[in-house]
């Protein structure tokens, strides 16, 4: 293996979504030392890009509407699995965030009257999502990456973190392999904030175009610490299918929803919210009609824009020239959607502050559980990022201001420079990215929209089988310079962790509940399941716990 280098600062943030940025800005606002990772580009690389419309609530929601009605809808959507003192905290500070972003230059969406003009996301009563068109979470990123540069924020990119480092039950910084520099980086860090996203690469088709692979929570885990609700995984309803250019994308332009027989089927499952019901709803209707045989050619149903206002148009005009672009008209033809996966409501378990189970390691954004319960509401995850980055950012400041640098223990880095010295230029008869492929049919079939106990239990033994295949995976080439098989393994390998960490929780939980459906035990059962299933690594061994919703959660 090449050399091993050795970077040090106060605060180290791991991911450079809207999270991590947000994190790394208000942790140097405070004048910590912050370094930003990310195995890609920064900015460029989460999902936060994509993010058409964020909740907020302030003085200028619409006539009617109210903090505690925005609490009750996201509740009742999140099946009352939700933390309640975070989702206080999100709402009572999501309208301080979006003053700071306006400061920075974002110009939030307004009517002829120079009112904030709100879209109307699924579940929530009242239009409450703020847009720029429907690209604000790239603007977003962009300010927040302007701010950090005049911060004076240092960043690694194309760069993997592959351990967390510990000593005496606290933080002391990671490990991770640096592309560029073809070497072992040591990032030696007084806090430590998680902000990595989700799981995109877990399943063969997803509205993330971000290549996620559950990073962060699985080096959690291996760090000794705790993830919840990892059974609650969200599909976007309405994903392209076809044509084959845009398979996949998140269509969140508004429309009626037909089957191949022209009916408005949603009537049937939702007569109360039709189109506007939650994402779980919508999802397992659509998987209902194409069940039953009335679904279009390409497994999917149809999405009929052609009667939709031309005023909401304006708010999904980059969705819209998108698909224009790639021979789809909306306004003319309707668009075959199925669901797709989208979102990780579960994750690393964390207070209101980010801080985790290990003293001074911190977690925001999707890769941090609880907040959104069994189902995360459209608009939430944006409002979600930026208030609970800036809190783990501050909390990590804080910390960092009132502890010493600690080296990290000598036999932990040598043991991950001999881990990973040993994979390159191993010969072997399968490779990575073959193995990540059957991943992702194993979670399709097993962990989908519908789910039940047999192929969940199916689903765990394959993915404990093909941990066996892991030493049989080859990495022919011994540099680490953009070494697409050793990243491939590597993804491979938290892959599946998550996976099985999803799937040990579904099968734990024998009721269905938000965008958890089991065929098996189909009615919500609050008598016996309100609960958070909590998981904890042991010896190679996911140990589950039960933990009651209750006073603790506000």
Not at 497 to 509: D, E
Request: charged share 25%; with cysteine; hydrophobic share 40%.
């Amino acid at each position: 293996m090449n050399g091993v280098s050795i970077r040090t600062t106060d605060v180290l943030v791991i991911g450079s979504g809207g999270a991590g940025l947000w994190a790394a800005v208000r942790a140097a606002e405070l004048g910590a030392r912050t370094l930003l990772v990310d195995k890609g580009l920064v900015g460029r690389n989460g999902n936060t890009v994509m993010a058409s419309g964020m909740t907020v609530m302030g003085p200028f929601c619409i006539p009617g509407d109210s903090p505690e009605l925005l609490f009750e809808d996201s509740l009742k959507g999140g099946q009352f699995l939700n933390n309640r003192k975070m989702l206080r905290l999100l709402i009572q500070e999501s309208a301080e965030r979006l003053a700071e972003l306006e400061r920075w230059g974002v110009q939030f969406d307004r009517d002829e009257q120079g009112n904030y003009f709100r879209v109307q996301s699924e579940g929530h009563r009242y239009p409450r999502a703020a847009t720029h068109s429907d690209r604000v979470g790239l603007v977003i990123v962009k300010a927040l990456r302007r701010r950090a540069l005049q911060l004076g924020v240092q960043w690694l990119e194309d760069t993997m973190v592959t351990r967390l480092l510990t000593r005496d039950g606290q933080v002391v910084g990671a490990t991770a392999i640096n592309n560029r520099a073809a070497e072992l980086v040591v990032l030696s860090a007084r806090a430590v904030i998680l902000a990595t996203g989700g799981i995109s690469q877990l399943f063969p088709m997803s509205a993330s175009q971000a290549p996620n692979s559950g990073d962060g929570l699985a080096v959690a885990l291996r760090a000794g610490v705790p993830v919840v609700d990892m059974e609650m995984i969200q599909f976007f309803p309405t994903c392209l299918v076809y044509p084959a250019s845009v398979r996949g994308f998140a269509l969140g332009l508004k429309g009626k929803l037909l089957n191949n027989r022209g009916e408005r089927f949603m009537e049937r499952y939702s007569p109360e919210w039709l189109e506007s019901a939650t994402r779980d709803v919508t999802a397992r209707a659509i998987d209902a009609e194409v069940r039953a045989g009335r679904g279009t050619e390409h497994g999917g149903v149809y999405k009929d824009a052609r009667q939709t206002p031309w005023r909401i148009f304006l708010s999904y005009l980059d969705q819209y020239h998108f698909c224009l672009k790639r021979g789809l008209d909306l306004k003319r033809t309707p668009a075959e959607v199925a669901p797709a996966l989208h979102y990780c409501m579960g994750g690393v378990q964390t207070d209101e502050w980010g801080q985790t189970a290990v003293a001074g390691l911190y977690a925001a954004g999707e890769v941090a559980g609880g907040l959104h319960g069994a189902n995360r509401m459209g608009g939430n995850s944006l409002a979600d990022i930026l208030v609970f980055g800036a809190r783990a950012g501050q909390a990590a400041a804080m910390w960092a201001g009132r502890t010493s640098l600690a080296d990290p223990a000598p036999w932990q880095v040598q043991e991950e420079r001999d881990r990973l010295d040993a994979l390159l230029g191993r010969r072997g008869v399968v490779r990575a990215i073959e193995l990540k492929r059957t991943i992702q049919g194993v979670m399709r079939e097993c962990a989908g929209v519908v789910r039940n106990g047999p192929a969940l239990q199916k689903g765990l033994t394959q993915l404990e089988s093909l941990e066996e295949s892991l030493s049989q995976v080859e990495v022919t080439r011994r540099d680490m310079r953009y070494n697409r098989e050793l990243t491939d393994y590597l993804e491979v390998e938290n892959l599946l962790l998550v996976g099985r960490a999803i799937l040990t929780s579904a099968l734990v939980r024998e009721e269905s509940r938000g965008a958890h459906y089991r065929e098996d035990y189909p009615q919500r059962n609050d008598t016996c399941w309100l609960k958070h299933v909590q998981l904890c690594l042991k010896d190679g061994h996911l140990e589950i716990g039960l933990l009651p919703v209750g006073d603790e959660d506000g």
